[in-house]
């Protein structure tokens, strides 16, 4: 047996083997705003609930480990004393990650990840729309564990009001697990959820994906494409270019020849293909083919 002392070990490195020994773990889908009201959105896997009565969650924000920085829902909690917890079912989970992209300051990642913002009642940073349970909170208290990078910053939170989407509730009138299909995440790119069992989700560029609110307005606002098919499309850095394209069409028998009988939809359906292969080049090659 593999034994390791801490105090001996990288903190990236001891970071690896508790995320991936400790899963799954749920994610907090955390909602703040800043001293200037400007929305942030980012999620969290160290997460969990800790009491009932009162209500109270913990989310931790760490201290990044390459540079020892905080992240902006720190910061914000901080300031304003208030946050929204969302929680992540399968239908967001690809959206949920464009949102971990590390946009600077002030950047609204509701617009980049193309979630809706929903107003709360009891606080002031915003639900989102799509998660199918929101927790309104006031912070109680703020744990700092550290000054060095991987410390944690135990955010608890006292929930003052929640939401429930009735279409995850049963005949009871309680929450079905299989309905809600909750994601939680797992070492590296790993994810689970009740129907979709383990699946990977890369995680977002190191460099600035474009984000969803980039996306052209036929294929934003797309029948066929879902939140998730966005939220991959939106996580590139850079369009191919038009070479690209023309080389993709010509080496593509389905395509090569037909593409002026196809219709919009034809062609949002043949780049949701390439999506559930993963294949995001290829699918955004086919959305700009005509």
């Known amino acids: ?27 907090a889908f955390a909602s703040t705003i800043d001293a200037d009201g400007r929305p942030n959105l980012s999620p969290f896997s160290f997460f969990n609930v800790f009491s009932s009565n009162p209500p109270v969650m913990i989310v931790s924000p760490n201290r990044r480990v390459r540079d020892n920085t905080t ?24 959206q949920m990650s464009l949102s971990s ?24 940073p915003f639900r989102v729309a799509e998660s199918p349970v929101q927790f309104e909170c006031k912070i109680r208290e703020i744990i700092e ?55 990977e989700v890369p995680k977002p560029l190191s460099t600035l994906g474009i984000g969803v609110d980039q996306l052209p307005e036929q294929i934003r606002l797309s029948k066929v494409l879902t939140g998730n098919d966005l939220g991959k499309l939106g996580n590139v850095e850079v369009l191919p270019s038009n ?18 009988k196809m219709t919009e939809e034809d062609l949002h359906k043949r780049s ?8 995001v080049l290829s699918a955004w090659k086919v959305l700009l083919a005509k």
């Open 272 to 279: 949701q293909e390439y999506l559930n292969k993963n294949d």
């Open 101 to 124: 992209t590390e946009y600077p300051e002030g950047v609204n990642e509701f617009e980049k990840a193309g979630l809706t913002m929903l107003p709360s009642d009891e606080v002031k």
């Open 243 to 260: 070479e690209e394209i023309k080389a993709f069409i010509t080496a593509t028998p389905e395509l090569n020849g037909t593409l002026d």
């Open 145 to 199: 564990l550290g000054a060095e990078g991987g410390a944690g910053n135990l955010i608890l939170c006292e929930v003052v009001k929640l939401h429930i989407n009735e279409q995850v509730l049963n005949a009871e009138g309680k929450i079905d697990q299989y309905k809600i299909d909750l994601v939680s995440r797992l070492g590296g790119n790993w994810y689970g959820s009740l129907r979709e069992g383990l699946f």
């Open 71 to 94: 992240k902006h829902t720190f910061e914000n909690a901080k300031e304003t004393r208030e946050m929204v917890i969302n929680v992540v079912n399968f239908d967001i989970v690809q």
């Open 1 to 27: 047996m593999l034994s390791i002392n801490p105090k001996d070990t990288p903190t990236a490195q001891l970071h690896g083997y508790m995320l991936g020994a400790v899963a799954p773990r749920p994610i």
